[in-house]
DNA sequence: TTGACTGGAGAACGACCGTTCTCTAGATTA
DNA sequence: TAATCTAGAGAACGGTCGTTCTCCAGTCAA
């Protein structure tokens, strides 16, 4: 097994644990044994427990990314487009294992005492705001309404994460679609 | 000190120091230190931490709603009282040692593990949820108005905590307002 | 004064955790 | 083959945590 395997095994059985448990209720012998990488060699690939944690953060936050990007680019129309975010998120509630969001999970634990981890929350943040504010521009929307959808949909991923129901999504799509419907909206 | 001084300063410094530094980050003597109350009178009140978090998550719950409802009531206008949750927001949001919700943090660490928990963010979302629907029925909208409002303040209420800013309060309020202004908002 | 009870301070206990170290087996190179 | 390097298994170390226990000072009843 190269470098560049055990890293990916250990980042996959990190993300399913950290996500899973919470970050502090899993011990790095824990991720040895989940991913098959001796602990000499977890401690080589990331020096301390924190900067697993953030490589976690920063590996899932392009993939979550990357499979919302992929299911919005399908839809033709750039308003569909901007729907579209709402139908992929209830799709994610419904999968097995979702806890709500990895960052505001991660951060709620651990922003105290670790700026890694207050770091990576924020660039999440960032950067999902950012990929919103591009599908508002698409759309020919005035910049304010990225905000808005911003919003309704970091609400509904902490209220389907505490409720464990994948309604938010469709409370939050809807309110999305009478948002485009307002005058200009914005 | 009566059992329920005790109790009240107990209360006290677990609920400053588990949302300060997450429930995790503080052990049972660092509340005894901060308390004054000896871990012998702890575990008489509260047989085992998990219990001290689920109280503090109660109060806290019972607290946060009165100081909102207590500022909404201020308003005479049914629709302003909608509004004014956004402003008491952005007031809460500037406070010092904002640290977004309190339910989704702890959720977040032990909602995997601990059914009390759980139940207790998802009481604390329900009864945030009821009380805005009934200040969207006080004010004659549709009920599925509530829904796009709690959405909206969740979602300001963790951006606003990993952001560090009171901004996502206005965007909110400023969303909402936009809702109220949509013919029949529902 | 004696005896029984209470509560506090803090030690003790057992478990775990992040991190490092030891030992060994196998691969590689000369 | 001999020497060197790598990596894994797992013990070890120092620290912390939740929880319980010990010991003692103070209080109150008789």
């Not at 399913?16 to 690939?45: P, T």
């Not at 943040?125 to 309704?152: E, H, K, S, T």
Request: glycine share 10%; aromatic share 8%.
């Amino acid at each position: 097994m190269d470098t560049t395997a055990a890293r990916e095994r250990a980042l996959d059985a990190a993300e399913r644990l950290f996500y899973g448990r919470g970050v502090q209720a899993v011990g790095m012998d824990d991720v040895r044994a989940a991913s098959g990488v001796s602990l000499k060699r977890l401690y080589q690939l990331f020096p301390a427990k924190e900067r697993l944690v953030e490589a976690y953060l920063e590996r899932r936050d392009i993939r979550w990314r990357g499979r919302l990007a992929a299911y919005v680019a399908e839809r033709g129309d750039p308003e569909e487009r901007l729907l579209a975010v709402f139908d992929w998120l209830e799709e994610w509630f419904g999968e097995d294992g979702f806890r709500g969001c990895a960052w505001i999970n991660a951060h709620g634990e651990l922003g105290a005492s670790s700026a890694r981890v207050t770091a990576q929350a924020r660039a999440h943040q960032r950067a999902f705001r950012a990929y919103l504010a591009g599908l508002v521009a698409d759309a020919g929307r005035p910049a304010a309404l990225a905000g808005a959808l911003f919003l309704l949909a970091e609400g509904a991923i902490v209220a389907a994460g505490t409720a464990g129901s994948t309604e938010p999504a469709r409370e939050a799509r809807e309110t999305a679609r009478l948002l485009l419907g307002a005058a200009g909206a914005g």
